[in-house]
């Protein structure tokens, strides 16, 4: 617990800003708080409903508790504050239903790596909800084990089960349904009969014999409270989504444009591959990553027989949600968080073998693969350091000197794992979160102030008299909500993600009828009496300057952020006198 606790806590209020998408959370919980409106979030003078409020209402009920002022109620801390808690609720989680899938032992073991791993240290630092579901996904795993499938199933953890779900899907639906929902349906269907077909007579006629074993999971549906549990969770995740849909126009084609064309690849023209999310499961292991093939093999291995069924339940989970994720054309490391408690569970056994159990391997083999520890460590240090040095030169430092204790800290217990001191061992590995916590993440917060051409941005409205009360358009996409949370510049869309979703049918492409209504709408703006100021490439307020008549002034651009010049940003406005000056802000 405490490990947990200062994973996901230590220092909590010492890193780096907030970016993009946390910001977007911050926000609307910033004026939640101002306006009383907990039911329809508002960012900035957008309507934030694309997604479910979970994040926001977190958000603004821990900035009432941590006591923001008036001038800054939501602050960094307070829009971390609820992904925090949740990454170490979600420890606890794991170590609950690991010691009933397992034992106890084991079940601290699954504890110790949750806590432990990159997936829970980073992202129970990020103000987005993506760590708030994957608790919620967790639980509902437990419950429904719990409630179902234990020794002695119960009523009161089945209702539970679905009331977790729903507060899931309040969190990032539509998602929980595949991840919890499907997953779960394969684990009765296809999972138990495998098993238990298996555990009857071998591996012959495996198929057949599973077969014979569904019909009796069909019959055990009563253990489920399936009718009244599946009432329970469409009250509980339907009112809010029913609520907007009543409330708020053209909400249904911002709904289908984000979640049919997210996971269709309408939303971006890069498609990554389909393999893209096992490396992030490995990155997402740190440190125990070594061990994670033996850990998703080890349902079939004969040494972990006697945890099968708890590792079938764990790797359904991570199987069919890894797979789903995997057939999605619009993907993001974040989106595979709510598998990582699976992962975990998957890998206790296999690190309780390890650093516990009985070990197979010779002790020469032992000492060889002790020994290739601080070389293979060394190297990747090494690489990664000249990369640092590309990319993060700021960091280049914190790398040097974080890179060093863990060298020093890994090499340690590969040493006393080789002297058979294990216990030891397992110690020393977790104890790079103190590196973490006490060395990179404030170094974050000293280094990482902001993206530099944003940054820039803001220096030139203030270089050229623009006031945060300007009306300050942003032409293309969307502005990074950053820049509103820590300067108080309100960049307004030129077009807000309700009109959007009924101009175009996805956001691979932009059609004519689109861009004539942004033409439409910048000369608008462009012939108001008060002043506006619009932020759109060089390139396209160069094209629109050849291709339309639409007059305007260049207040300023940058330069020196992007490789070519047309994609620079540029600020313009009303046409002014022919003497108005124009300037260019460097980098």
Sequence with gaps: MFLAAFACLGLLGSGPRLGDHESINALGARQTLESGDWLVPQVGEVT??????????????????????????????????????????NVLAIWWLGTMLFGRRTGLVAGFIAAGCVGTIFFARNAQVDMTMALFTTLCYACFWRGAMHERPSRVFMILFYVALACAMMAKAPLPLVTVGFALAAYWFVTIPLVVSRDKGGRDRLILRAMDEIWPQVRQLGRLW???????????????????????????????????????????????????????????????????????????????????????????????????????????????????????LLLAPVLDRLFLGVLAATPRTVKLACAAVPIGLGAALLIGAQVAAHQFPALQTTFIVAGACLWFLWTLAAVLFALGARVKAFAMLLSWVLVVVLVVWPALGRHITGEPQLNALVKGFEDHGIG????????????????????????????????????????????????QEIARRIEQKLTEPEPAYLVMSVGNFELMQRETTIQARKVFELSGFKEYPGEELAVISQPAPASAPTTRAEH
Aim: proline share 7%; with cysteine; glycine share 6%.
């Design 226 to 344: 399936l009718i009244p549990g599946v009432v329970l969770f469409v009250i509980l995740a339907g009112a809010w989504p029913y609520y907007i849909y009543k409330n708020v126009d053209n909400v249904l084609p911002l709904w289908r444009l984000e979640y049919l064309s997210r996971y269709g690849g309408d939303l971006s023209k890069k498609s990554e591959p389909f393999y893209y999310y096992i490396p992030i499961a490995f990155g997402l292991a740190v440190p125990f990553m070594l061990s994670l093939p033996e850990a998703v093999a080890a349902t079939f291995l004969s040494r972990y027989r006697t945890q099968r069924a708890g590792l079938a339940f764990a790797l359904t989970w991570a199987i069919v949600g890894t797979a789903f994720l995997s057939t999605a054309s619009y993907k993001r490391p974040h989106y595979l968080l709510s598998m990582m408690p699976a992962y975990c």
């Design 468 to 515: 945060t009360d300007a009306r300050i358009y942003w032409v293309e996409g969307r502005p990074d909500s950053s820049i509103e949370f820590y300067t108080g510049y309100r960049l307004r869309r030129l077009i807000d993600e309700l009109e959007m979703a009924t101009l175009r049918t996805n956001r691979a492409e932009v059609g004519v009828d689109l861009l």
């Design 48 to 89: 934030r409903v694309r997604k479910p409020p979970l994040g926001i209402w977190s958000i603004a009920a821990a900035s009432e508790l941590v006591n923001g002022s008036a001038d800054q109620p939501v602050t960094e801390l307070s829009a971390r504050l609820p992904s925090a808690v949740a990454g170490g609720l």
